[in-house]
Structure formats: structure tokens, C-alpha cells
């Protein structure tokens, strides 16, 4: 008898011995949708058992009076002002900061505190100081999402920064290669994956903030339009609201950022 | 005229602490314009600290080093590296353009005169992890030849290569030496290799003191198969071990 210690099964060899529904149901798009199924099934049950949980039923009749009412595009529109403002300042504070961070120890040393700082103020504690400095309009809520988002890229661009290799850094100034060129060419491609990072906690962080800001600006927008729902006691209507939210950032974090990142890395893509 | 000048260099790591190491030791020695010096020396007797030192990666202790043009502009230098040190998200072509002076038409013509030197013409826009090592290497030493450096040093560029395409890189670098004449350092362990290239050979020995500086007088080009070669290599090879003999830390160095 022969004993095979280890054989290697070809690709075509993995493909061949499983089925094409097998594969299917395997795949990556079943296992995500599976888990909206599971989802909706929980929120029926849950629904079904205690009745201060509106059902799905009720929850798309509001939607769909909101819908009818206009009040959601002209309210995602505010928010989305805010929201794009906010988020953007963030993450161009966030790059440069991170990036000076990463390369200067002294500017670490001063500004690794002021970070920590903000990492650690929650997003309802801005919202009610810029309500309190700003007043309603979009000033708060803008200011709301910046200062939630910016530490957090702050911090991963920083990180980044500091893993550079050391290799190309010296190659580089054994080169003399200006500082500028330096950051575009070497810096910012090597901490792409962390910017992308930052990024994706840009958007979370600053959605968050901008919806409590709205909630507590009363200055119109999606989180001033679920409060109103909330105070009016509609549980429905807030409900609506919150698969709204909830609809937002899924789409915004599969269709945007996994294009962005795929953008990105394609000099990865292009040596396999 | 001098291109290099070093003088009663010294490097200490960690020096004032428990662990403080004197890796070079009061060296002294001038290169000059169009000459190709080849460094040997056994493993860890400071010939990349001296590398690095030289292009300004590394500070020394004390003593000076001075890289002078004779253009009255500050002296540019090449660097080639044990590996290839490319930037993986950048073409070959740009990765060659990133330490350019400036991007300009010149600069692009020397990449591309340079690219074609070693080979690689066809190759430009390919990404770094599309090359084998080899070929990886030798955009390295492109790279270093294309920004016509008033000095170019190189750190055992060829050690990290089988022997087979080491010894055509070897006599590639020759050729491209012998038509631009750029003044060169080069650290090598391989004797064999440093009587081939050079005009002159720098033993430095552990402890980083230099041993012996061998003029190396033979016509060029150079093939292994000339017995003049071959008569020096061997000699060369004598003194090194006559070195060992002297001092005992580099009988188990080598
Ligand atoms: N950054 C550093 N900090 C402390 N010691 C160092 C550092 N770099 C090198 N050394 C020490 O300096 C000595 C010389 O190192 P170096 O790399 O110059 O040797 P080398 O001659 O290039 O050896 P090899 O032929 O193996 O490349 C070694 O003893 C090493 O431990
Ligand atoms: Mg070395």
C-alpha cells in the first residue's frame, strides 16, 4: 500500500467535485442575505410578541406616508449637506494631521493627547455643545460630525504613518527625494489601506453625529424628523426612520468604500 | 580631484551606554573621480554602516565625510541596495522617476536610456511584484545609474541572486561602467567579485579598521577566464586570510 502524505486538489479538480447549487448556497451573497432574512424574521417575532415593537407592516405604511408626505428627500437632502461637509472636513484634517503625526515625534508628542481626548467624547456630548455654541442650523450639526470622525482618522492614518518601511524611508533620503514628493509617492500609497480605514469611521462616526445633532438642533434633517415621531409618541414612524438610517450606511459602506478600496489597491490586484 | 573624502571617521553605536559598539574605527580614505573601489571585509565589520554614513542615512560619530560635484551644485548619489528597495505601488518607470531631480523630458530620456541598459526597455510600465528578483534588482541599479550620481555606492547588490544571473548582472554592470566612468563604491564579501570590477580594493577588518588598500591594475573588460584575473583573485584572497590568521575575530566571521 501507498501511503499520499498530502495531495493537492487542482482548482479545477474543487470545482468539479461540488455541485453548482452547492456553491451557491455557500457563497459569499448567500450568507449575506441570509442574515436579512434572519433579521426580518426576528424583528416579526419580536413584533408579534411584544406590542410596543411595531411590526414590518405598520413600519412600511409610515414609510410610505413619509414618502408621500416629502418629508424624507427634503430632510436626507439637509442631512446629507451636513453629513458630506462634515465628514469630508474630517477626513482632510484627518490625513494631514495622521501625516504629520506619523512623521514628526514632536508634533506626536504635542497632539497625541488632544486625539486621545477626542476619541473619548462621545458624539451626544458634541451635539449638545455646538447646539449650545451654534444655535440651530447647519453649523452644529456639521461641526457635530467633524469632531466625532476626525480622531478616529486621525489615529489610523497615524498608525499607518508610523509602519511605513523603513527600507524605502531610507532608500528615499539616501535619494534626497523632497518631503512632498516623498508624502504622495511613498507615504500616502503605503497608509492607503489605513486611510480607506479612517475613512469608513468617518462616515459611521459622522453619521452618528450628524443624527444627534439634528435630534437635538431642531433644525429639520433625518435625526430631527425620527425625533419628531419619537415625541409625538408614533413608534411606527421613528421606526421607519431608523431602516432609513440604517439603509443609508449599508449602502453608502458597499457601494462607495468597497469600490474606493478596490480603486486603491489595484497595483495589488495587478501582480496576481 | 576627490569625490569621496572620508576622514578619521568613527561610528559608535549606542555609544554611552552598556552597549555601546565601535563598529568604525578611525578610517581614513579618498576616491577619486571615475575610479570603481570595491570594500570587502568579513560579515559585520561596518561596510553598510560606512555605506549608509556616506548617503546621509546613517550619522556618524566623529570625524568627516564629504561628497563633493564639480558642478558647484550639492553631489547627487546613487544607492543601490542589497534589495531591490521599489516602491510596490509605482510602475518601474515611475519607481525610477520618484528620485529624479525633476520630471522632465531629461529625466525621461535617462530613465528610458538607462532601462534599456540593463535590459528591461520593455518593462517600464510593468508593477515591481510583476518582475522576478532579478529583474527587480536591476531596475535597482537603473535607478541609481539614472540619476547620474557624482558618486554611486552599492551594498553587495548581486549577493541576494543565484550565481547564473549574479555573474550576467556583473558583467552588464561592467559594460555600463565602462561607458559612463561614474566614480563607484562598492561593498562587496566576494573577492572573486571585487578583482573583477574594481581599480582598487579597501579591506576593512572587524573592528572596522582598514586593513590593506590593494590597487587593482588590469585591463578592462575583465572575464573570469583571463589568468591575469585569476593570479590576482588568488592573491587577494591570500592577504585576506593572512588577515584572519592576524586577528581572531575574523577567523569565524568569514
Ligand atoms: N542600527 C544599529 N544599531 C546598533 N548596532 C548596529 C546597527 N546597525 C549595525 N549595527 C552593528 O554594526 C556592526 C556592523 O554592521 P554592518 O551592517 O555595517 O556590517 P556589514 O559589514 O555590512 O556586514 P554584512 O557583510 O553582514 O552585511 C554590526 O556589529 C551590527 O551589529
Ligand atoms: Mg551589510
Known sequence: ?272 | MAVLTVNDLCKTFGAGTARSNRVLDHISFDVRGQTFVSVVGPSGCGKSTLLNIISGVETHTSGDVSVTSDEGRPARLGYVFQDPRLLPWRTVRKNMLYVQDKDDDQARRRVSTYLDMVGLGQHGDFFPGQLSGGMQQRVGIARAFAVEPDLLIMDEPFSHLDAITARGLRAQLQDIWAQSRKTVVFVTHDVVEAVELSDRIIVLQPGGRIFEDIPIDLPRPRRQSDPAVATLQAEVLARLEKMKAITPQAATAV
Do not use: C, K
Request: hydrophobic content about 50%; cysteine-free.
Open chain 1, 1 to 272: 500500500m501507498t501511503d499520499t502524505l498530502t495531495r493537492r486538489r487542482s482548482t479545477e479538480e474543487i470545482a468539479r467535485s461540488r455541485p453548482a447549487w452547492q456553491r451557491r448556497l455557500t457563497s459569499d451573497r448567500a450568507a449575506r442575505l441570509t442574515f436579512y432574512v434572519v433579521a426580518f424574521l426576528f424583528w416579526i417575532a419580536l413584533a408579534g410578541l411584544f406590542e410596543r415593537i411595531p411590526g414590518p407592516p405598520s413600519v412600511v405604511d409610515s414609510l410610505v406616508e413619509e414618502f408621500r408626505r416629502g418629508e424624507v428627500f427634503g430632510n436626507f437632502a439637509d442631512t446629507f449637506y451636513r453629513f458630506g461637509i462634515g465628514v469630508a472636513l474630517s477626513v482632510g484634517v484627518g490625513i494631514l494631521v495622521g501625516v504629520v503625526i506619523g512623521l514628526s515625534p514632536m508634533a506626536r508628542a504635542f497632539l497625541e493627547s488632544p486625539v486621545l481626548v477626542g476619541l473619548s467624547i462621545p458624539a451626544i456630548m458634541w451635539a449638545f455643545l455646538t447646539v449650545m455654541w451654534f444655535g440651530f442650523g447647519h453649523t452644529s450639526p456639521i461641526v457635530t460630525t467633524f469632531l466625532t470622525a476626525v480622531p478616529f482618522v486621525i489615529l489610523n492614518v497615524a498608525q499607518g504613518v508610523q509602519g511605513v518601511s523603513r527600507d524605502l524611508r531610507d532608500m528615499s533620503s539616501s535619494y534626497g527625494v523632497p518631503l512632498g514628493r516623498r508624502v504622495r509617492e511613498l507615504v500616502l500609497p503605503a497608509v492607503a489601506g489605513y486611510v480607506v480605514a479612517g475613512l469608513r469611521f468617518a462616515v459611521i462616526m459622522g453619521w452618528n453625529g450628524v443624527l444627534l445633532a439634528e435630534w437635538f438642533g431642531g433644525s429639520g434633517g433625518a435625526g430631527y424628523r425620527a425625533r419628531f415621531w419619537y415625541d409625538a409618541n408614533q413608534f411606527a414612524g421613528f421606526a421607519a426612520w431608523v431602516v432609513l438610517f440604517v439603509g443609508v450606511i449599508i449602502i453608502l459602506d458597499q457601494l462607495l468604500l468597497e469600490r474606493l478600496s478596490r480603486r486603491m489597491f489595484r497595483w495589488r490586484d495587478a501582480t496576481h
